[in-house]
């Protein structure tokens, strides 16, 4: 079954449609070609097993981001949490095809990131403190376009980070 099939039966196509209300052929043309899609396919794999208590994120899920990325054609990309990468994977390739913007990860662990493709890394700024040490800054010196909250998921973290990230992201 090709990564598009899977894809579509998830939704992926619909939702994203739906999210940024643009006509679905258009999401559809957004499937990565090669070599894109090779190396976000062993960036997949490389990251199959996350750390004990993390879930990792659906192809459908990461497909979502990487069609938001390349219809928004953001500058600035923020996210905190990385773990094997599998979303900053996808992140830094809609980049890539989208020809610009940057992706910068905020993640404690000096470990984290490890699948994302060596050829994606030119525009990937990863900051290995936690979201309290760095985010207020990243948002100081850049305006945010996109936000993706992926680290510590409780009330006081996400509260801190939503209300940092708030005032800075792009309209």
């Excluded at 992926?12 to 043309?29: A, G, H, M, T």
């Excluded at 990309?77 to 990385?82: H, I, K, L, S, W």
């Excluded at 510590?152 to 792009?170: A, D, G, I, Q």
């Amino acid at each position: 079954m090709s990564l598009g099939a899977v894809v579509h039966s998830d939704g992926y196509v619909d939702f994203v449609s739906r999210l940024l209300d643009v006509d679905s052929s258009i999401v559809k043309e957004l499937q990565p070609q090669p070599p894109t899609d090779a190396l976000l396919s062993q960036s997949f794999q490389r990251s199959v097993l996350p750390p004990k208590g993390e879930s990792p994120m659906t192809l459908a899920e990461c497909m979502v981001l990487y069609a938001v990325v390349r219809l928004v054609q953001p500058k600035v990309v923020v996210e905190t949490g990385v773990s094997a990468g599998r979303f900053s994977s996808y992140l830094l390739a809609a980049l890539r095809e989208n020809g610009s913007g940057e992706l910068w990860s905020i993640d404690p662990n000096p470990d984290c990131g490890q699948a994302v493709p060596a050829a994606y890394k030119e525009n990937w700024h990863i900051l290995n403190r936690t979201s309290r040490e760095v985010l207020k800054s990243v948002v100081q010196e850049h305006n945010v376009d996109i936000f993706i909250h992926d680290s510590l998921h409780t009330y006081e973290n996400m509260k801190f980070e939503f209300e940092t990230v708030w005032p800075s992201l792009s309209t």
